[in-house]
DNA sequence: AAGACGAAAGTGGTTGA
DNA sequence: TCAACAACTTTCGTCTT
């Protein structure tokens, strides 16, 4: 991380240091902070013992990323370094001062704004605090890279969220995110995508079986049809059926049938509203999960109990 | 009359030359 | 950068309950 910046854009020189605690890279010679802000993402994965632990873990005082500054704020020079300075050095720092506060003030007066839309629209969709965290951390980290630039702020933020729920497997569809952001759906989808490929975020493609919980109480269905739309989506699976598919359409599917064989119908309208999709896909995915997981003589022998 | 079904044409995004 | 392509949607007509 540190070998990114070699030398001080400033004076040229090499004498950088690194304090990890501040999380900031500055020049030695000149007091120049090159990296402000920055975090270290790489991992210990192992702790051995409870003496070692201390030196490798990276974490000191409890920092938020819902804090617009992460509680790292970082001025160039104090009173006392600038007394040690000849005059002509002296101006220098004057000026590398006024320079880093326009730029740190821009960025946190952006943060600021930004993370505030982010908790509204993320209390409107009553997300979990640990996705909120998770979001805001995306939407830091997409500041610093400057990915916002040319973009708007909120469908940024709007992004952030939508890859922190599929992080943490609450996912939601864009269509909630659009409606709670105010963001068209297909720009979301597009700043998602553009914002964790530029992070490296990996992500797996959402599993179907996260949203059967919400569905199912969306459409007040029974625990029973619950688990048995679940079993449906692992044979699904098996067979085959889910990849490349839209997961919404997937569960929405096995939900769908999963009500039908335990008599507790639903219309195809009624599901395909709460899972975001029209009946036309649920009848595709419907009719694919008969045929591929002989549903058939289940659902024939809740109609002739009729 | 409402719901289910299916065909056909259109949309936005991905992929591979 | 463009064209082919898959998944999904929209729309509409027909069939079933």
Redesign the pocket.
């Known amino acids: 991380m540190a070998d990114l910046v070699k030398k001080c854009p400033e004076c040229g020189g090499q004498n950088l240091s690194w304090h990890r605690e501040k999380g900031e890279i500055s020049c030695k010679d000149c007091g120049l902070v090159i990296e402000d802000k920055m975090v270290d993402f790489t991992q210990e994965w192992r702790e051995f013992d409870s003496d070692s632990g201390d030196s490798k873990r990276r974490t000191g005082a409890p920092m938020t990323y819902t804090q617009f500054d992460q509680g790292l704020g970082t001025e160039v020079g104090q009173k006392g370094d600038l007394l040690k300075l000849g005059g002509k050095n002296r101006d220098k720092f004057f000026r590398l001062r006024k320079w880093q506060y326009r730029i740190s003030t821009a960025i946190e007066r952006n943060l600021k704004l930004a993370l505030a839309e982010l908790k509204r629209v993320s209390s409107y969709l009553k997300l979990p605090k640990s996705v909120e965290e998770e979001s805001a951390r995306i939407y830091t980290l997409a500041v610093q890279k400057g990915l916002v630039r040319g973009r708007s702020m909120e469908s940024v933020v709007a992004g952030a969220l939508y890859a922190a729920c599929r992080r943490h497997d609450v996912p939601r569809t864009l269509d909630e995110l659009s409606e709670a952001s105010g963001i068209e759906?297909?720009?979301i989808?597009?700043t998602y995508?553009f914002v964790t490929r530029e992070l490296g975020i990996t992500l797996l493609p959402s599993n179907p079986a996260d949203y059967i919980a919400r569905f199912t109480s969306a459409l007040r269905l029974s625990a029973e049809t619950q688990s048995r739309s679940i079993k449906i989506l692992e044979n699904a699976q098996k067979a085959e059926l889910t990849?490349?598919?839209?997961?919404?359409?997937?569960a929405a599917a096995a939900l769908?049938v999963a009500a039908l064989i335990n008599g507790e119908?639903?219309?195809?309208?009624?599901v395909?509203d709460v899972a975001?999709?029209?009946?036309?896909?649920?009848?595709?995915?419907?009719?694919e999960l008969l045929d591929e997981l002989k549903l058939e003589k289940e659902i024939k022998k809740v109609k002739k109990k009729k």
Do not use: D, F, H, L
């Open positions: 759906k297909k720009e989808g597009r995508r990849s490349g598919r839209g997961p919404t359409g997937i769908y119908k639903r219309t195809q309208r009624e395909a975001g999709v029209t009946e036309v896909t649920i009848r595709n995915r419907y009719k």
